[in-house]
């Protein structure tokens, strides 16, 4: 079973930059669909987007200018860049790898912790 890591978490200021990565150990992320989503405290977990294994990418409208989704071939990455963070951005964010971008998708990391604040 696929069991992927998110890294890259941590502090950061409001209007500042942080890239989050997700992989496998085992298996490479190249013929998954990954997707990145976030749970607030105290809220719901959203997603965030979502990249297909042919590379088609899929945004939440209201991060699309700030956040971009991509994977890296060469180490079997599908890494979240997020941009002028807000501190409405601090969350756990997980990645989950499965068949398809849609819903009901299976094989969810631990997470990582980014803390937007001054």
């Known amino acids: 079973q696929v069991r992927p890591v998110e890294s890259g978490g941590g502090s950061v200021q409001p209007g500042g930059s942080l890239q989050l990565s997700c992989q496998d150990s085992e298996f490479p992320l190249d013929h998954f669909a990954v997707a990145w989503y976030r749970q607030a405290p105290g809220k719901e977990r959203e997603r965030v987007a979502c990249?297909?294994?042919?590379?088609?990418?899929f945004y939440e409208d209201s991060l699309k200018g700030r956040f971009t989704i991509s994977r890296n071939i060469a180490n079997h990455t599908v890494n979240l860049q997020m941009n002028s963070v807000k501190p409405e951005d601090t969350a756990i964010y997980y990645c989950?790898?499965?068949?398809?971008?849609?819903?009901?998708?299976?094989?969810w990391g631990q997470g990582t912790q980014v803390t937007v604040s001054s």
């Open positions: 989950v790898a499965d068949h398809f971008c849609g819903q009901g998708m299976s094989n």
């Open positions: 990249i297909t294994s042919g590379d088609y990418t």
